[in-house]
């Protein structure tokens, strides 16, 4: 290795624990022992252009162990990607862009938050699928229009946690040649060395997997890490998996090698001796004015890159005009309009929403080319299916059909994946009860305003003979509970429209779609007023009513009926459907009290799920007619009836509210 660069690596070394040393927080092990395959990356294999890092054909670098951020910080800021020396020195602090793991749309450069150990190479996998399937879409002989890898740096605790599994045994089903991890192989965790739960051999497993593997033994051999690389990214057929040997905490002689130079400051004596040890200047924060001159060096090579690539683009707009107008469309935010609710008009008509769903994903299909998904092996149940629209695998990835198989955990993060890649809109589905396991990657999607589409069926007691283990009851209120997770429950099937409506225009916000097994009945009333979140359904105008009667989905049916019986019993009743409470809430304050009139306060809300969170639309007046409790196996409807969601209980909780 030539001077300069082992002087960059050392540079980087030093700047992410000096960070870590000011904020007096941090985990500066990783960076100190994978600093040279960073930088080995990042300077001699990795296509990125600094000055437009929204470039569609860079590679990206996923950072999975995200807790070893000052390692990504000090790059941006080397590679002059805008952080600033500044920046560094405000790590963890309020209102920096340097916060205590990665975010993505907070720094540039991040390409996907981590944190959460196994995220991001889940993530990564996700990213590797969307630059297959573009490719098979756009590319033609002689011009690679798509043609870019996704690396993920990851350690001991993404790998130790199931989801590294389930994602790279699709991505070696898949045969994602453009995927490459990249091991810190330390064997240190917080509570020490991994012999006590860690044993495996890793290597073996990412070969049995379908990975192509390599090992490198000494983690400052750049040489060596180089020559991995290259071979990796050489075998385009099989994802790769380079399991690096290197040293926790290396360059800081009292704490390398042991679990305390993980989770904590080295101590500013220790940052001394490590200076020392490295041949680093001793002043805080110091770049060398020759590691800057090296640094602005690969930041024009990567701008030339970007050059070369826009030339081919030029080229390949006069060659294929349709297909280059087609990537811009693709990569740009056009309003959608499904419009389609005339097709459930018919007052005899029924239609579980879950059918409902896959009529407007077939009608979707052909106008939003862009859109793929699928589901946790659960298609022909959720119904999710593109028809026609071919099955994505490693023998076509033009295919628009994903298949994830039973792995709901890693569905989660590949979406977040697919939508952090650009260029592509994606869904993915299982049943409700499930989004339990993608609790983690939704949460995710909703922190990086992913707008993922969640298609959840099975919503709720209805599913009936299955059992409690299969009946959502404290879900929707997780969901719920999620900020910037936006959940519809739809009613009938042209709120099903309203709700994919939404969704494929969202441009910040995951949506999750919960939908029935049962069918459900055609209302009169129902419609595009659904993506207000709230809205009237039946009977009175709320400011003339007596009681209020709120519903979700299946639920919408009873109160619309209770509406009825009350009024002729001569009590004024409105029957109001609440599909999104999350929308409702972002509707003008002028609108919510037309709605729910404050000084209406008589209410009963009706969902076949758990009453957390419904209060705060019936107060102390008001009653929740829920399911706070496990269901039981047994036909939905006695299961509905056993549990009071009829008309006729509804009628008669609304008027012990009354009374």
């Known amino acids: 290795m030539d001077a300069v660069s082992q002087k960059t690596i050392n540079t980087i070394r030093v700047l992410a624990a000096e960070a870590i040393q000011k904020a007096n927080s941090g985990h500066p092990g990783l960076p100190l022992g994978s600093a040279p395959m960073a930088y ?232 001394v001796e490590m200076r020392a040890f490295l041949e680093h200047h001793n002043e805080e924060f110091f770049v060398a004015d020759d590691v800057k001159a090296h640094m602005a060096e690969l930041v024009k090579a990567g701008a030339a890159k970007e050059v070369a690539w826009n030339e081919l683009f030029a080229a390949y707009e006069k060659a294929y005009p349709e297909l280059a107008k087609e990537w811009k469309a693709w990569h740009s935010d056009e309003e959608i309009s499904l419009d389609i609710y005339n097709n459930y008009t018919d007052e005899a008509g029924k239609k579980a929403t879950r059918v409902a769903s896959f009529e407007v994903i077939n009608h979707m299909a052909d106008i939003v080319p862009n859109m793929i998904g699928g589901s946790a092996d659960l298609a022909p149940s959720t119904k999710t299916y593109m028809n026609g629209k071919g099955d994505f695998s490693a023998e076509d990835y033009s295919g628009r059909n994903l298949h994830f198989g039973i792995r709901e955990h890693a569905m989660g993060a590949i979406a977040n994946g697919i939508a952090v890649h650009g260029g592509l809109k994606t869904f993915c589905s299982t049943f409700f009860v499930f989004s339990d396991y993608m609790k983690n990657p939704m949460r995710l999607a909703a922190l990086m305003k992913l707008p993922v589409t969640y298609v959840l069926t099975h919503d709720s007691i209805g599913v009936g003979e299955d059992g409690p283990t299969h009946q959502p009851i404290e879900q929707l209120a997780m969901l719920r509970s999620t900020p910037n997770l936006v959940t519809f429950r739809p009613a009938d099937a042209k709120e099903t429209v309203a709700a994919w409506e939404y969704a494929l225009n969202s441009k910040t916000e995951p949506v999750a779609i919960v939908l029935t097994r049962q069918d459900l009945p055609y209302l009169a009333k129902t419609g595009v007023e659904a993506k207000k979140g709230a809205y009237v359904v039946a009977g009175v105008e709320p400011k003339e009513a007596d009681i209020i009667l709120i519903a979700t989905g299946s639920e919408v049916q009873l109160v619309v009926g209770a509406v009825k019986e009350l009024e002729a019993q001569g009590i004024k009743a409105t029957a109001v459907s609440m599909p999104s409470m999350d929308v409702f809430e972002e509707q003008p304050k002028a609108y919510k009290d037309a709605i729910l009139p404050p000084n209406k306060t008589k209410r009963v809300a009706v969902e076949a799920l758990s009453s957390f969170g419904w209060h705060k639309y019936t107060g102390l007046e008001g009653q929740v007619i829920s399911m706070d409790h496990f269901g039981e196996s047994a036909p939905a409807g006695l299961i509905f009836k056993k549990n009071g969601f009829t008309v006729e209980h509804v009628v008669e909780v609304a008027k012990e509210v009354l009374a």
């Open 40 to 271: 080995t990356l990042w300077a001699d294999h990795m296509n990125h252009n600094p000055k437009n890092p929204k470039w569609e054909n860079r590679d990206r670098f996923v950072l999975s162990a995200g807790h070893g951020s000052t390692l990504l910080y000090t790059l941006l800021h080397l590679f002059e990607y805008g952080l600033t020396m500044e920046d560094l020195k405000n790590f963890r602090q309020e209102g920096s862009l340097t916060p205590g793991h990665p975010e993505y749309g907070h720094t540039v450069g991040v390409e996907t938050t981590t944190g959460p150990l196994g995220q991001g190479i889940a993530t990564a996998v996700g990213m590797a699928m969307a630059e297959k399937h573009l490719a098979a879409h756009f590319n033609k002989e002689g011009f690679n229009l798509v043609d870019h890898y996704s690396y993920a740096l990851v350690g001991d605790g993404c790998l130790m946690e199931g989801i590294s599994y389930e994602a790279a045994a699709l991505a070696g089903t898949l045969g994602l040649g453009k995927l490459i991890v990249l091991y810190d192989s330390n064997n240190i965790t917080i509570e020490g060395d991994t012999q006590i739960a860690f044993r495996e051999n890793v290597r073996a497993r990412f070969e049995a997997q379908g990975f192509e593997t390599f090992l490198v033994e000494d983690g400052n051999d750049t040489k060596a890490i180089s020559e991995a690389i290259a071979k990796a990214k050489a075998n385009t057929s099989k994802p790769s998996f380079i399991e690096v040997k290197t040293q926790i905490g290396y360059g800081c002689p009292n704490k390398q090698g042991k679990a305390a130079a993980h989770g904590e400051p080295l101590g500013a004596d220790n940052i």
